[in-house]
């Protein structure tokens, strides 16, 4: 696969995701809108992150960048699914009221 189409992948995945579990939010179970909130979290931080990966000089990388190029691809995949899926179980008992 190349670059471009692994680049648009990763950038839009996370997005289109969190659009569509926002569509009838106020519809949804409480573990799916804790699910959703994660992948917000895990999204900004992930944002944050390749931020400030993008602002370190490139002498910190390496001679070739691949690791930088990975991290800066993962980071908006990985972070919001993981976050999701760890929010979701917190307070995962159903409470009354």
Known sequence: MTRVPLLLLTQLT???????LGHGYRNRSPRAKRFFWGGIVGYLAAIAGVTVLLLLPPVFWGSDGGLRWLAIQGAPLVLPATAAAVWSQVGSADRPG
């Open 14 to 20: 996370a997005p289109v995701t969190l659009l569509w």
